[in-house]
């Protein structure tokens, strides 16, 4: 009786956390979490820091991402959570890299920014909680709405590193894409 109480506890055991490695893994992205401030410090460059801790805004049309076209996802700088695909990347005209929808919604936290004397509303990653940008009601259909982000706050996989860099999950967006 003894023996049979210890098995299933340690089945139990191993269910619960085949649960957690499976439930973690929801957002798509490998390891999605915040280092340390000091740790920050030393992996970002200055603007990326400014930028995601100190909700700075990166200059338009002089960052990495406001004109390309390649295809692929944005993850965070941070945390590496998938946060947009280039197929909802539009040209805004604002100089910095605009999307019509966040590539996993729960990845993409919306808050109210009150600063400048302005009412906004502000995007931020939900692991790390670095700011990314605002969010507009004027993008095109079929959401009419524009993620306005900073490169700063993201890094970009190309489609053909999604597999290597543990993102393999979002290999179907490009591959319907080009079906149709």
Same mark, same amino acid.
């Given at each position: 009786?003894?023996?049979?109480?210890?098995?299933?506890?340690?089945?139990?055991?191993?269910?619960?956390?085949?649960?957690?490695?499976?439930?973690?893994?929801? $957002?798509?992205?490998?390891?999605?979490?915040?280092?340390?401030?000091?740790?920050?410090?030393?992996?970002?460059?200055?603007?990326?820091?400014?930028?995601?801790?100190? @909700?700075?805004?990166?200059?338009?049309?002089?960052?990495?991402?406001? @004109?390309?076209?390649?295809?692929?996802?944005?993850?965070?700088?941070?945390?590496?959570?998938?946060?947009?695909?280039?197929? @909802?990347?539009?040209?805004?005209?604002?100089?910095?890299? $605009?999307?019509?929808?966040?590539?996993?919604?729960?990845?993409?936290?919306?808050?109210?920014?009150?600063?400048?004397?302005?009412?906004?509303?502000?995007?931020? $990653?939900?692991?790390?909680?670095?700011?990314?940008?605002?969010?507009?009601?004027?993008?095109?259909?079929?959401?009419?709405?524009?993620?306005?982000?900073?490169?700063?706050?993201?890094?970009?996989?190309?489609? @053909?590193?999604?597999?290597?860099?543990?993102?393999?999950?979002?290999?179907?967006?490009?591959?319907?894409?080009?079906?149709?």
């Amino acid at each position: 009786m003894k023996r049979i109480t210890i098995l299933i506890s340690v089945s139990l055991s191993f269910v619960f956390f085949l649960f957690l490695s499976i439930t973690c893994s929801k $957002s798509g992205s490998p390891s999605a979490q915040k280092p340390e401030n000091l740790e920050l410090r030393k992996k970002l460059t200055d603007l990326q820091y400014r930028v995601t801790q100190e @909700d700075e805004t990166e200059p338009p049309f002089q960052n990495e991402y406001w @004109d390309n076209h390649k295809p692929g996802i944005y993850v965070d700088i941070v945390s590496k959570e998938a946060l947009f695909s280039s197929k @909802d990347k539009f040209e805004s005209g604002t100089g910095w890299p $605009s999307f019509t929808k966040p590539l996993v919604k729960e990845n993409v936290v919306e808050i109210v920014d009150n600063s400048y004397g302005m009412i906004r509303t502000e995007v931020r $990653s939900k692991k790390a909680n670095s700011h990314l940008g605002h969010v507009f009601d004027d993008g095109p259909l079929p959401t009419n709405k524009r993620y306005c982000t900073n490169s700063a706050s993201m890094e970009f996989i190309p489609k @053909d590193k999604l597999k290597e860099r543990g993102y393999a999950i979002f290999l179907s967006e490009f591959t319907e894409a080009e079906k149709d």
